[in-house]
Structures are given as structure tokens and as C-alpha cells.
């Protein structure tokens, strides 16, 4: 980190610019702070600093607030900052998990109404609805040779007039295997999907950062509601296998941001389960013509908030990489990506 000017210079002084890389920006962002600590001495007889680390809560009228921790909020004159810059979050404890491990975990609060085990694989069918319910998760190995495998997979798809999809860890043994089996994206030209991560505690925190007192009316159901259905134009073609999907975990909340003037019409929208103490959140959607509002950072606290009651310490979702509105949002909150899937499938007859 740069070093102010001359020892027993005033660095910061009557600073009237924004400290360079610091700025309101970087609310609800992960930040190091140095600033001059006025009437004290530095080991050399020169000013003395300070650096704080922490979440930055607010920005304004020449003062920034920073989280600690530790929990502590220190009050930070904006004139007294020599330096700052933004940090990546700390990652959560769960980052430590194998990817493998991560999707094992995640399957529950997707859960397929048909499942079938190969080995470690497990086979998924869901109707057609949504790619994770209606393809093999991929993860470990299979309990027969892998050209087999892959037979038995189609197999099962084929039985139920569904295409043979894999969903796999890109880079992991398994991805390669299925490449070297000539299996291809299912989705041309599409970015893989970022499963992310982040700690249940700073993404509350986050996520209250900035949001005005008065927040819009958050309602939460344990189904997915009439109005809820409405922000999810496939899960209404899909009727009731999708509702089957959605409502399948044991614990799972639907939040919705009503329209004030037309109470069944959503604003906002998103869906979390709770496992374990892994909070999921999924579903997340905003009216076209009410984007950049922060009504996704209103869904995604009450989802987190919804967790954390419930004893969750880590967070979870999965954004395309292509989607950088969601990605933007989602790091704000202090979001990292863990790992990286994609879905493969075989290769078309006679390529």
C-alpha cells in the first residue's frame, strides 16, 4: 500500500478528493482502509497510521463506516484516509469442499422427482423441467466401466423420451472423460454456470448496506404461490411437475416483492432451501421495468435472512457467467465463485 508523503508531513489533509479507489462504489464491499491517526507518532518520530478492514457500510458526509470482523463499526473521517483499496472476500469455510462435493450438497434443493443411481452418478428426471432435474449429476464414479456408463445413461433418457444430459465439474476427471467420449455442450455458444459461495453472516450485512430504511414489503410462503409463479414463465408451462420440483426440499421459502398498485402482480422474486446449515438461493428475478432498484438485494437479504434463522453459516446460488448483472450483484454481497459445470450431451449421430 503506498505510504503517505514527508515524515510529519499532513498527509490527507484537508483532503477535499475522494482517496484514490475508495468511494460509495464500494458499499457492502470488502475494504482496507489507512488512514493518519491525528496527534499520535509513528515508530520514526513521523505521523502514525492505521489500517482498518472490514465491510463498508456507508459513505457520506465526510465520513465512511467500515464493519469489522469483529463486529465493530469504525467511524473513519474520509479527510484522514491516506490509502484504501478493495479486497476479495474471505471465503467461507465450505470453500474448502471439493466441487464434487459442493453439487452432492446442492442436489437437495433441486430435487428430481425420478432418481436413479449409477455408482456415485445419479440419474435425474424431472418431466423436461430444468436442465439440473433432468440430467446425471456426474460426480465420483460410476459403478460400471465407463463406456457403459454412458450407455445406461442414455438408456434411462431414452426410456423417458428425454435427451441424455450430463451435468459435470468443468475440468474434473469426469468432464474429460466425456470429452475424450466426443459428448458436446448441450448448450452451444453458452458460458459455463459459476456455483458461488459466500458467508450467510456478511452477506446479510451486505446486503443491508446501502438499502433505505423503509424497505418494500417482502411476502414469504413455504409454497410457490399464484403471484409467486408469475416471475417464472417456465415453471408456469410446466405446472405441476415444476410446483413438484420446487416445493420438493423439506425446508424451502418463496419470497416475492408485490406490486403495491396491483398486489398479484410481483416485482421481485426468489426461492431458498435450507439443508445442513448450506442456504441455497435460486429463482432469482426482477421486473424488466423495475431493474436497478435493488429489489434483488431486497429478495436475496429476506432469503438469507430466512436462512440464517434457521441456523445457515453459508450461502450458495449459480449464475451463468454470461448473466453480469446478476454476477455484479452477487459479488457485492460478497459472493466468490467455488467451481464452475456445464451440461454435456452425446455427440449427434453420424459426426
Known amino acids: 500500500m503506498p505510504e503517505p508523503g514527508p515524515a510529519g508531513g499532513s498527509a490527507g489533509a484537508g483532503r477535499t478528493t475522494r482517496p484514490p ?5 464500494l458499499l457492502g464491499r470488502r475494504v482496507v482502509v489507512r488512514r493518519i491517526l491525528r496527534g499520535e507518532a509513528g515508530p520514526s518520530g513521523g505521523p502514525a497510521f492505521a489500517d482498518t478492514l472490514g465491510v463498508m457500510e456507508s459513505w457520506a458526509d465526510g465520513v465512511t463506516t467500515v464493519r469489522t470482523e469483529s463486529g465493530q ?4 473521517a474520509i479527510a484522514d484516509i491516506v490509502s484504501g483499496k478493495a479486497v476479495p472476500p474471505r471465503p467461507a469455510v465450505r470453500h474448502r469442499i471439493s466441487a464434487e ?3 452432492t450438497r446442492a442436489n437437495v434443493s433441486w430435487p428430481a422427482l425420478e432418481t436413479e443411481a449409477l455408482g456415485s452418478w445419479l440419474l435425474r428426471a424431472s418431466g423436461g423441467f430444468s436442465s439440473r432435474a433432468n440430467s446425471v449429476l456426474a460426480v465420483g464414479e460410476p459403478d460400471a466401466p465407463f463406456a457403459r456408463a454412458l450407455e445406461q445413461v442414455q438408456d434411462f433418457y431414452a426410456r423417458r423420451s428425454l435427451p441424455a444430459w450430463a451435468q459435470v465439474v468443468v475440468g474434473s476427471d469426469a468432464h474429460r472423460r466425456f470429452q475424450q467420449a466426443r459428448w458436446q455442450p448441450a448448450r452451444p455458444g453458452e458460458e459455463d454456470t459459476a456455483f458461488q459461495i459466500a458467508s450467510v453472516a456478511r452477506a446479510v450485512r451486505a446486503a443491508r448496506a446501502g438499502l433505505a430504511e423503509q424497505l418494500p414489503a417482502v411476502s414469504t410462503s413455504t409454497t410457490a404461490t399464484a403471484m409467486w409463479l408469475r416471475s417464472d414463465a417456465r415453471a408456469l408451462a410446466f405446472g405441476e411437475t415444476a410446483r413438484a420440483v420446487l416445493e420438493g426440499p423439506e425446508h424451502v421459502c418463496f419470497a416475492t416483492v408485490p406490486d403495491p398498485e396491483t398486489p398479484d402482480t410481483p416485482l421481485a422474486a426468489g426461492r431458498s432451501t435450507f439443508a445442513d446449515d448450506w442456504v441455497a438461493i435460486s429463482n432469482l428475478w426482477v421486473a424488466p421495468e423495475h431493474r436497478g432498484q435493488r429489489l434483488a438485494s431486497v429478495v436475496v437479504r429476506a432469503l438469507l435472512e430466512w436462512g440464517a434463522e434457521r441456523g ?12 453480469t448483472a446478476a454476477l455484479a450483484t452477487y459479488a457485492r454481497l460478497g459472493f466468490a465463485t467455488h467451481h464452475h459445470y456445464r451440461y454435456l450431451t452425446p455427440p449427434v449421430a453420424g459426426s
Open 73 to 76: 463499526v469504525a467511524r473513519i
Open 101 to 103: 462435493d459442493a453439487e
Open 312 to 323: 445457515a453459516t453459508t450461502a450458495y446460488l449459480q449464475v451463468r457467467d454470461d448473466n
Open 21 to 25: 479507489g475508495l468511494g460509495p462504489h
